[in-house]
Nanobody
Framework: QVQLVESGGGLVQAGGSLRLSCTASGGTFVRYAMAWFRQAPGKEREFLAAVNNSGGRTYYSDSAKGRFTISRDNTKNTVYLQMNILKPEDTAVYYC??????????????WGQGTQVTVSS
């Protein structure tokens, strides 16, 4: 059983940056591909970015491409999401996910509890 804990969310002005972290415990981190999703009020959960087990391959949604960067540090059991040039429409709860059998927008074997990101205009 893998536990995922996100951190780094908060309130930021439009145009600013945030870096989210997600630390895993209870499993062998390198076995899992990792991803970030978000869910805004009244909307479905949206895939943002994924990184494979080694960190050598990444995949982004169109909404994340160019502004968001996913990375991982297997020595720290942590995946990151660097978010730049934030917009009010980026306001959402951000979740990380881990999956041992697939990677990409269909991942979701394990989920974190989420961290709130609010972007003010």
């Amino acid at each position: 059983q893998v536990q995922l804990v996100e951190s780094g969310g908060g309130l930021v002005q439009a145009g600013g940056s945030l870096r989210l972290s997600c630390t895993a415990s209870g499993g062998t981190f390198v076995r899992y591909a990792m991803a970030w999703f978000r869910q805004a009020p009244g909307k479905e959960r949206e895939f943002l970015a994924a990184v494979n087990n080694s960190g050598g391959r990444t995949y982004y949604s169109d909404s994340a491409k160019g502004r968001f960067t996913i990375s991982r540090d297997n020595t720290k059991n942590t995946v990151y999401l660097q978010m730049n040039i934030l917009k009010p429409e980026d306001t959402a709860v951000y979740y990380c996910a881990a999956d041992s059998s697939t990677w990409g927008r269909n991942m979701g074997e394990y989920w974190g509890q989420g961290t709130q990101v609010t972007v003010s205009s």
